[in-house]
Structures are given as C-alpha cells and as structure tokens.
C-alpha cells in the first residue's frame, strides 16, 4: 500500500494560493499589493483597489452598481 502524505497536500494548496496572481486596482490601475479593498457589484463582479481611498471613490462614483457590504 502506497502512503498518502496530508501534510504535503496542504503544502500545494497553500502554495498555489500564494502564487496567486496580483490584480490592478479597478480604480486607478496600481498593483493591488494588499487585498481586502474589494467591492462586490450587483453583477456577481468583484473590483479589488489598492487602498481605501480608491474603493471609497469607486463607491461614491458608481453607487447604484455595488453591493452595499
Ligand atoms: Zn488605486
């Protein structure tokens, strides 16, 4: 019987989530290098921005078209 290593499938998995690539901010098209500046639209889209201010505008611009959170 062959053995099967858990740990290393976890390895993989987390490997592949940190190779992820980077996105543009939807906003003002910098590298996103922080996530969790994302905005969902009422279309299922997801916007990521590089920072608060970028989402804040982007809100305020299209507010009929986003989610409220
Ligand atoms: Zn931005």
């Given at each position: 019987m062959s053995k099967f290593c858990y740990y290393a499938i976890d390895l993989t998995a987390t490997g592949v989530l940190m190779s992820e690539e980077k996105k543009a901010c939807?906003?003002?098209?910098?590298?996103?290098?922080?996530?969790?500046?994302t905005l969902k639209l009422k279309t299922g889209e997801q916007k990521s921005f590089c920072c608060e201010g970028c989402k804040g505008i982007f809100q305020m611009l299209r507010e009929d078209e986003v989610l409220p959170e």
């Open positions: 939807d906003l003002c098209g910098l590298t996103v290098e922080v996530s969790g500046f």
